[in-house]
């Protein structure tokens, strides 16, 4: 099946910081990546869909100067927590989809390992 | 928002025994998906169902589908201790080109 990574896999920064995760596609092009966010023993939130070359969909209540994406070709997409505070400590995972069948629609997601932060 | 509600919460089973998890949407689909997550690492795609299917298996899994009460199980038979994680139902709503949806999930425990 498709692969996709995350980087790094755990990251503890101090408050104030800015932290970049990265989220590759690496046995396939993804036209489409999504950024959930997962506190402990809940469910994925997810926080913004990204689409190569053009600005990302933040979902409601996400601030999108705080969660900065990128996502600069069809292999690579990037989360950058912003001023991370301790309350952005959670569980970051991305995933990558494969084009969709006729009319667009996208079928299976494919989730990177996940990324832990811990803001201190 | 999360869209799926997911019954049980939690569910501690021997090994041997068959496992049954529930998930409950609200809106219109495209199709649900079940996912699986090891505590503390990403999510691995069990099996898709799509809308106008009712029932679908792969290997172990059986997972039904009944759009009338908006509704749909994932049955894991003759569970292994590897089976014990998290298991959620992801429904992709109808006009939503793809998003995902995630019910709050299902605890499951398998001893040996």
């Known amino acids: 099946g498709a692969v996709v990574s995350q980087h790094p896999s755990r990251v503890i920064c101090k408050s104030g910081t800015s932290v970049k995760i990265e989220c590759r596609s690496l046995d396939f092009q993804a036209t489409t990546m999504f950024w959930y966010r997962q506190f402990p023993k809940q469910s994925l939130m997810l926080m913004a869909t990204s689409n190569e070359g053009s600005k990302a969909t933040y979902e409601q209540g996400v601030e999108k100067d705080k969660f900065l994406i990128n996502h600069a070709s069809l292999t690579l997409s990037t989360l950058t927590v912003t001023s991370a505070h301790p309350e952005d400590s959670s569980f970051y995972i991305c995933s990558a989809s494969l084009p969709g069948l006729a009319g667009g629609l996208v079928n299976e997601q494919f989730f990177g390992p996940g990324t832990r932060l811990t803001v201190l | 928002s999360q869209q799926g509600e997911e019954d049980p919460q939690a569910l501690s089973i021997q090994e041997g025994e068959n496992a049954t998890m529930n998930c409950s949407y609200k809106?219109?689909?495209?199709?649900l998906q079940w996912y699986r997550q090891n505590s503390g690492r990403g999510l691995v795609h069990l099996i898709l169902?799509?809308?106008?299917?009712r029932e679908k298996h792969s290997g172990r899994l059986r997972v039904t589908l009944d759009t009338s009460k908006k509704s749909s199980s994932l049955l894991i038979t003759a569970s292994r201790a590897a089976d014990t994680a998290s298991y959620f139902c992801a429904t992709v709503p109808a006009d939503s080109w793809g998003k995902l949806q995630f019910g709050a999930g299902t605890q499951v425990v398998v001893t040996p």
């Open positions: 809106t219109s689909i495209n199709n």
């Open positions: 169902i799509r809308s106008n299917e």
